[in-house]
């Protein structure tokens, strides 16, 4: 028994140190700030989904001022006793009349920068209500608030007998109303994840292979390291471009046998459907490429599938923190959450691709691709840099390259002066 | 056109560390064009460290070198073939596309490197297995398809770490042979390994690497006359007074006298022997093999390393 035992321990303490005595457990030992991470931008994220559809949906009435401070009395009161605190339809906005208050009415439910449900003008007694399809609940709470302000006013009329007799009449969209940008840009963002998370996860393992089976030798004898890592991300992306292909291939024909495809038809970008697919199809390539290039970096500094299965969780981890990032950024589009997600390479393909849905400028587009393919190159090149160091135990290391780079550029800039 | 840029390998002061453990200690090399180069010395002599060097694999700390007049190893890889120690294949590929793999690697076209993959492994015997999976093949297949890979885009300079290690008798002489045959199609080979035997029967020249350092160079010949010629004696009489006459260092193992033959030759030595009336019953003088030099070097570096770390 007390052999068994010793036997016993003497495996537990090689395995308790092949997982203690490696890099790679001190990234798993500190995956709970990655989860720390998490919560922060998930947190964000929802935040900013919840409150921004919400926040974006507005009434207006376009109004006198003694008119807007007849119905405002009566606004709260009325939303108060019919749906209750916080409850009921959008805020109300008032604006003065144009001379031409018809063109106004349709131009403010045109309104881009807001979903704008319901428009109300004219004098109280007889309004003109506007409101777009499946917002019709909006514009009769507009013509009870319309009949109530007078009926304050009047106190004593019947109940029966009818002071404000509203024109209530539905305005067909034609431009997609902010809300089903946001939700375009936020679908495209969750897409893009689950395609990237389910196939450029796959780096982490790929040189595992050639390091175990030795290939690896002849592939750095052959080649640059940096054609050897830019080399796998891309046979991997054909690899994930059939899957899209494939999987993209069936929805399609779902689609269009379906006899309404009711979904599709929820997704509209501002800069128009076929622009954003090619703008999504760029920008996932970006983020399987910058994403794979982290994993493929990370990945090889494992030797053994132990060390890989260990790394898969803060990876993970990481991609979760885009995720929750880029998901704020589709949630509150020009904020600076957004900015900052559009701009921080990792979760720039999300933010941007959920950026194209909002924002019918193009040339930012142009921009981010050019920004991100630059750090796909200096992700695969500090990969390279890290494998050349770690596992080929040759050239200087991360930091002493980083001090001889600023040397060599300041040793120049003297030479200059 | 100065030595390093004329020469196909050029290498002056390698210095490579791991860690605490310095693996090569300034290590200098010069292969000349078209000859087989050998570097020898024992396991952990720093021959791989030099060889992965020189290609490029890695980088050293300090020194400089020249592949095919090329400071950047990297610069002239279409036109070295590498055979490494640790031998590599992915295990799902048919023989005769990890053969063309190897080849695209180094810039050939892929559809030329089948050709050439069919006619080398029918060449070498192995036709039957051109399309048979690597892990379907024996160990010494499968390394005879990495060494043909290696020689697939002909290149100007082979480099082989090892290439014997593995090997089967006949393998190893088949391999002598695509040496020597590449030799003579005017490609330079540098290769290692610590089996004197091959060293001896095919290297132009060669390096002795131990502890890090080049401890010898020249030809093989050059290294076996390091250590004197050996006598072998058997008298025909009066073997008790025999010893005598002999040099200081004879040694009998049953009839046989075993010595070092003295400077000036062995002519004085067998009059002395003839004249005293011992007579000549078998006489060999023996020049040492590239073994006994080996061993000699190396034994004399780990004697002083040994003496340094007391």
């Known amino acids: 028994m007390r052999q068994l035992i010793q036997n016993g321990l003497v495996i537990a303490r090689r395995d308790f140190m092949a997982v203690v005595a490696t890099p790679t457990f001190l990234l798993f030992l500190l995956a709970p700030f990655l989860m720390l991470g998490i919560s922060i931008a998930s947190g964000i994220g929802g935040a900013y989904l919840a409150k921004g559809p919400q926040e974006s949906r507005q009434m207006i009435i376009i109004a006198s001022p003694t008119d807007a401070k007849r119905l405002g009395a009566q606004e709260n009161a009325l939303r108060k006793r019919l749906y209750g605190p916080g409850g009921g339809p959008p805020a109300v906005r008032t604006v003065a009349p144009e001379p031409d208050a018809n063109a106004q009415q349709v131009r403010l439910l045109a309104e881009k920068e807001r979903d704008v449900t319901a428009v109300m003008r004219g004098p109280i007694d007889q309004p003109t209500i506007m409101h777009i399809a499946g917002e019709a609940r909006d514009a009769r709470f507009l013509a009870l608030l319309a009949e109530e302000t007078l009926r304050s006013e009047k106190l004593g009329q019947s109940p029966e007998m009818r002071l404000s007799r509203a024109e209530i009449s539905e305005v067909r969209q034609t431009m997609p109303t902010r809300s089903r940008q946001q939700n375009t840009g936020s679908g495209a963002v969750v897409v893009m994840f689950m395609l990237t998370i389910m196939l450029a996860s796959q780096a982490v393992g790929t040189l595992a292979e050639e390091k175990s089976n030795k290939v690896i030798e002849i592939l750095a004898a052959s080649v640059p390291l940096e054609s050897v890592f830019f080399g796998k991300l891309i046979g991997l992306f054909g690899i994930?471009?059939?899957?899209?292909?494939?999987?993209?291939?069936?929805?399609?024909?779902?689609?269009?046998?379906?006899?309404?495809?009711?979904?599709?038809?929820?997704?509209?970008?501002?800069?128009?459907?076929?622009?954003?697919?090619?703008?999504?199809?760029?920008?996932?390539?970006?983020?399987?490429?910058?994403?794979?290039?982290?994993?493929?970096?990370?990945?090889?500094?494992?030797?053994?599938?132990?060390?890989?299965?260990?790394?898969?969780?803060?990876?993970?981890?990481?991609?979760?923190?885009?995720?929750?990032?880029?998901?704020?950024?589709?949630?509150?589009?020009?904020?600076?959450?957004?900015?900052?997600?559009?701009?921080?390479?990792?979760?720039?393909?999300?933010?941007?691709?959920?950026?194209?849905?909002?924002?019918?400028?193009?040339?930012?587009?142009v921009v981010a691709l050019g920004w991100q393919l630059l750090w796909v190159s200096i992700t695969i090149a500090i990969g390279a840099h890290f494998f050349r160091y770690g596992v080929l135990k040759s050239g200087v290391g991360p930091f002493k390259a980083l001090g001889q780079i600023l040397a060599k550029r300041w040793v120049s800039k003297t030479n200059l002066h | 056109m100065s030595v390093e840029d004329d020469r196909p390998v050029w290498a002056s002061g390698l210095v490579k560390s791991f860690g605490k453990s310095q693996a090569v200690r300034g290590v200098s090399l010069s292969v000349p064009q078209g000859s087989i180069y050998g570097v020898l010395g024992p396991n952990g002599a720093g021959k791989t460290t030099t060889l992965r060097m020189l290609l490029g694999i890695i980088d050293p700390d300090k020194g400089e070198r020249r592949l095919l007049g090329e400071a950047n190893p990297r610069n002239v890889s279409h036109r070295v073939g590498y055979l490494p120690e640790e031998r590599g294949l992915y295990p799902s590929m048919k023989a005769r596309e990890a053969i063309a793999f190897m080849g695209a690697l180094r810039g050939l076209d892929w559809s030329e490197g089948r050709k050439r993959a069919d006619e080398a492994l029918e060449a070498a015997g192995l036709g039957y297995a051109a399309h048979n999976k690597i892990r379907k093949l024996s160990k010494g297949m499968a390394q005879l398809v990495q060494l043909l890979g290696s020689l697939i885009h002909k290149p100007d300079l082979i480099v082989l770490d090892e290439p014997f290690s593995g090997?089967?008798?006949?393998?190893?002489?088949?391999?002598?042979?695509?040496?020597?045959?590449?030799?003579?199609?005017?490609?330079?080979?540098?290769?290692?390994?610590?089996?004197?035997?091959?060293?001896?029967?095919?290297?132009?020249?060669?390096?002795?690497?131990?502890?890090?350092?080049?401890?010898?160079?020249?030809?093989?010949?050059?290294?076996?006359?390091?250590?004197?010629?050996?006598?072998?004696?058997?008298?025909?009489?009066?073997?008790?007074?025999?010893?005598?006459?002999?040099?200081?260092?004879?040694?009998?193992?049953?009839?046989?006298?075993?010595?070092?033959?003295?400077?000036?030759?062995?002519?004085?030595?067998?009059?002395?022997?003839?004249?005293?009336?011992?007579?000549?019953?078998?006489?060999?003088?023996?020049?040492?093999g590239l073994h006994d030099a080996f061993v000699k070097i190396v034994g004399a570096v780990n004697a002083d390393e040994a003496d340094g770390a007391t």
Not at chain 1, 253 to 258: K, P
Not at chain 1, 328 to 337: C, I, K, M, R, T
Not at chain 2, 232 to 252: F, H, I, N, T, W
């Open chain 2, 167 to 288: 090997l089967d008798p006949v393998n190893q002489e088949l391999l002598e042979k695509l040496i020597l045959a590449e030799r003579d199609h005017g490609a330079t080979i540098l290769f290692s390994t610590h089996v004197m035997g091959h060293a001896q029967r095919i290297c132009d020249r060669l390096s002795i690497i131990a502890g890090g350092k080049v401890r010898f160079e020249g030809t093989v010949d050059e290294a076996r006359a390091t250590l004197p010629m050996r006598a072998q004696y058997v008298p025909c009489s009066g073997e008790d007074k025999v010893r005598a006459l002999l040099p200081s260092d004879a040694g009998q193992s049953g009839k046989v006298w075993r010595f070092t033959v003295p400077e000036g030759g062995a002519e004085r030595l067998v009059m002395d022997l003839v004249k005293a009336g011992h007579g000549i019953a078998g006489l060999s003088i023996e020049r040492p």
């Open chain 1, 240 to 365: 994930a471009l059939v899957f899209v292909a494939f999987w993209g291939g069936l929805v399609a024909l779902g689609l269009s046998i379906l006899p309404a495809s009711a979904g599709l038809a929820s997704f509209a970008p501002v800069i128009g459907l076929p622009l954003f697919v090619i703008l999504a199809g760029c920008y996932f390539a970006m983020a399987f490429m910058l994403l794979g290039a982290i994993f493929l970096g990370v990945g090889a500094q494992a030797s053994t599938m132990r060390e890989i299965q260990m790394l898969s969780l803060p990876i993970t981890l990481f991609q979760l923190i885009m995720f929750g990032l880029s998901m704020a950024a589709a949630g509150s589009p020009g904020s600076g959450v957004a900015r900052f997600a559009e701009i921080f390479p990792f979760s720039s393909p999300f933010a941007m691709a959920a950026r194209g849905a909002t924002d019918p400028a193009i040339w930012p587009h």
